[in-house]
Structure formats: C-alpha cells, structure tokens
C-alpha cells in the first residue's frame, strides 16, 4: 500500500516500515497485544515527529449491529481496567472520545474521513463506542474468575449501554494521544458476531482484515489530501 515501503527496525514485538503515501513519509509499526505495548509504540513514534495515528486491527463484537467482517469505526471507549485491580476485579469506567486536543476538531475529521473511507469502498462498517480492555480472558472466559458474577454484570451493562465492540488497545491511543496534542483515529475488522466466540485460529477471519487496512490507508489519504490543502506542513 506504501510507495517505497523500507523495514526500519525489528525489536521484540514493534516492526517498524517507513514509506510515502500522496508523496507524504507515513510509518507503519506493529504494536503487539494490549494497552502497555501500545502505549510505548505511541509515545516512541510521537518522539520520533509522528503527529497522526491511526491504529488498525481487530475487534470482537458486542452488538448486534457488528457482525463478522464488519469494518469498526470507534467514535470512542469505555475504559475499563482488571489486571492491576484487587482479584481481577473491573475498575471504575471511564468514557474517551476520540481526541479532540490535537485542535478544535482533529478527532472527528479522521473520524469522518474513515467513514467516508469505508463508503466510498463499499464495506459495511459501524461506527461506535469500543470497550478497551486489559485482560483478554476476563472477557473471553469470565466464568474462571473469582468475580464471574461482577464481571457478568459489567459487561451486560457495557452492551446495554451501546457499546458495539472491544479491543485491547483503543482507549490508550485516544488517551495518550489527547495527552500528546496528537490526532488519533482507530479502524478495525469484527473477528466474531455478536454472542458468539471461538478460540480456534481456523474461525478467525483473517481473510477480511484488508477490509479495515483498506479503509485505513484510503482515510490516511484523505487526511494527507486535506492537510496538503490547509497548508499544513508535512
């Protein structure tokens, strides 16, 4: 997808490319699993002079709106946090926008030009609020844990609220990124349909991932186009 695309660099779980898209330098690094790792990925690319990020993955259904191959836009996370807690419990939820720090309206204008992305290649898509967690089990088998019947209730209420999928990852890129001053989009591929899960590799759908990589990269042009005719230096 990048022109002249060139390896960087390959340490523990960030493999790193640099090329160019509408003529513009753009990096591509792999982050690993979770918050933590991302969140150092973040914070390394920014000090390097990234200033728009874009994280493109996966995402499991909480909604019946988002099925299989679903392209996932999130307009925002409810943060919720089970690791660093007392016996795996959930701690207190907050809710994250996508980052607006960055100037008046940087969040929604990547916002929009993945939406737009995704109409213009005719994907289904949801835009909607993701569920960041930090424990891929408590969500995956809760019934294993001390506190099934807690987190039984927690995630009801994620789902009654609106929430449309989770991710391990999101609420970290907004927050960090508002932190930053930095613009901050996600798009990503639905693995499940709503209510159903496997741990088998041989259900995941790895065929459809183009579907949000595809989005990603025709949003980012957006963006670049967009940036190019505000002036804004590259």
């Known amino acids: 997808h990048f022109d002249n695309p060139v390896k960087v660099a390959h340490k523990r779980e960030f493999l790193t490319y640099t090329g160019t898209l509408e003529g513009v330098p753009v990096t591509v690094t792999s982050t690993g699993i979770g918050g933590p790792s991302a969140c150092i990925a973040i914070e390394e690319l920014h000090s390097c002079g990234a200033h728009t990020m874009m994280r493109i993955g996966s995402a499991a259904s909480t909604s019946p709106k988002v099925r299989m191959g679903d392209v996932v836009i999130p307009n925002g996370a409810v943060r919720i946090v089970y690791v660093d807690s007392p016996a795996n419990v959930d701690a207190e939820a907050t809710f994250s926008t996508d980052n607006k720090a960055a100037g008046k309206t940087a969040g929604e204008e990547m916002l929009k030009a993945l939406e737009a992305a995704a109409v213009k290649l005719g994907h289904p898509y949801n835009v909607g609020v993701t569920i960041t967690k ?8 809760p ?7 807690e987190l039984k209730y ?5 789902i009654k609220g609106g929430a449309t999928n989770t991710s391990m990852e999101c609420a970290v ?13 996600s798009v990503m ?35 670049i186009r967009k940036d190019k005719a505000d002036g804004m230096s590259m």
Request: aromatic share 14%.
């Open 134 to 141: 930090d424990s891929y089990y408590t969500e995956a088998e």
């Open 143 to 149: 019934e294993t844990k001390p506190v099934y019947e």
């Open 154 to 158: 927690k995630w009801e209420s994620y």
């Open 173 to 185: 890129l907004f927050l960090v990124g508002a932190s930053l001053g930095i613009r901050t989009a």
């Open 189 to 223: 591929i639905s693995a499940t349909d709503f209510g159903q899960y496997s741990n088998d590799a041989k259900d995941y759908p790895s065929g459809w991932e183009q579907r949000a990589i595809e989005v990603g990269i025709e949003g980012m042009r957006r963006m």
